[in-house]
């Protein structure tokens, strides 16, 4: 069973950076498009990042873009997600996802990907 863990959450003041980690165990997802989501409190859940199995093709979000980057190490089964010049609105629990389906290129639409973690909590001081 495969089976998908966020590490890499904390507490940091505003403009701070986090490197979130998300590692697969129970197979290899080298071959698997897997995206970053997030969950502020009382908000939806909402598209942060997304990697192609390859790691060619990456997506952002407006809110995100140009201050997290989405990057992956097939070797070591692992998603990583840089995030810099942190704000309080990043503030949420933070989500790994991955599309079981092989050989797809990510996408911002949360019902693609079948397998989840448990998440990470994010909080940004102001």
């Known amino acids: 069973q495969v089976q998908l863990m966020e590490s890499g959450g904390g507490l940091v003041q505003a403009g701070g950076s986090l490197r979130l980690s998300c590692a697969a165990s129970?197979?290899?997802?080298?071959?698997?498009?897997m995206g970053w989501f997030r969950q502020a409190p009382g908000k939806e859940r909402e598209f942060a990042a997304s990697i192609s199995s390859i790691g060619s093709s990456k997506k952002y979000s407006d809110s995100v873009k140009g201050r997290f980057t989405i990057s992956r190490d097939n070797a070591k089964n692992t998603v990583y997600l840089q995030m810099n010049s942190l704000r309080p609105e990043d503030t949420a629990v933070y989500y790994c996802a991955a599309d079981s389906r092989p050989y797809r290129v990510g996408t911002l639409n949360d019902r693609i990907y079948d397998l989840w973690g448990q998440g990470t909590q994010v909080t940004i001081r102001s």
């Open positions: 129970g197979r290899t997802l080298s071959s698997n498009a």
